[in-house]
T-cell receptor
Framework: DAGVIQSPRHEVTEMGQEVTLRCKPISGHDYLFWYRQTMMQGLELLVYFNNKAVMDDSGMPKDRFSAKMPNASFSTLKIQPSEPRDSAVYFC???????????FGSGTQLSVL | QKEVEQNSGPLSVPEGAIASLNCTYSDRGSQSFFWYRQYSGKSPELIMFIYSNGDKEDGRFTAQLNKASQYVSLLIRDSQPSDSATYLCAVNPSGTYKYIFGTGTRLKVLA
């Protein structure tokens, strides 16, 4: 299997611009997670889905962030407008219902200037 | 209080020694506990998980869980320079499928 696929690998943008991060989970995985990693805060859970439905988005700043999962094989995380404090590595991860192993994608390094 | 706490390190050990990494968690009802390894610039990868009190061994790695003390640890025997990485503790809070991570402990194994 190809693993969790994220795109782009790197994104550099200017403050105020819209940013869209993309994720394709492992085929057959029921759960999809979006995490943000910074040196100061570590890995923070932003949102997670079960069978395309949002289960918990309490970690996501709702005023500028939105996450969608229109089908079982694709999810997006959108930031609009972006701010310098959004600079971080964003990871997508997925797992099966019956197996607790969480598999991570390679991450998207976001820099907001 | 953070939900999952780890000492950020760095923890430096000589090659061949035992490295001991510790983690405490706040949700007493948590059921599942995980250790991930993250090399610089890479994504986290699962190395151990444990559900029951006691020890679980896998090769050079041993995970230890003490639910009464809300404490999880990871021992790495015969440490190698290739073990140098950040080790992340993760907890599955009760009643959820989400994973809460600690900030990680940076391990340096000195050749």
């Amino acid at each position: 299997d190809a693993g969790v696929i994220q795109s782009p690998r790197h994104e550099v943008t200017e403050m105020g611009q819209e940013v869209t991060l993309r994720c394709k989970p492992i085929s057959g995985h029921d759960y999809l997670f979006w995490y943000r990693q910074t040196m100061m805060q570590g890995l923070e859970l932003l949102v997670y889905f079960n069978n395309k439905a949002v289960m918990d988005d309490s970690g996501m700043p709702k005023d500028r962030f939105s996450a969608k999962m229109p089908n079982a094989s694709f999810s997006t995380l959108k930031i609009q407008p972006s701010e310098p404090r959004d600079s971080a590595v964003y990871f997508c991860a997925s797992r099966r219902q019956v197996n607790e192993k969480l598999f991570f994608g390679s991450g998207t390094q976001l820099s907001v200037l | 209080q953070k939900e999952v706490e780890q000492n950020s390190g760095p923890l430096s050990v000589p090659e061949g020694a035992i490295a001991s990494l510790n983690c405490t968690y706040s949700d007493r009802g948590s059921q599942s506990f995980f250790w991930y390894r993250q090399y610089s610039g890479k994504s986290p990868e699962l190395i151990m998980f444990i559900y029951s009190n006691g020890d679980k061994e896998d090769g050079r790695f041993t995970a230890q869980l003490n639910k009464a003390s809300q404490y999880v640890s990871l021992l790495i025997r015969d440490s190698q320079p290739s073990d140098s990485a950040t080790y992340l503790c993760a907890v599955n809070p009760s009643g959820t499928y989400k994973y809460i991570f600690g900030t990680g402990t940076r391990l340096k194994v000195l050749a």
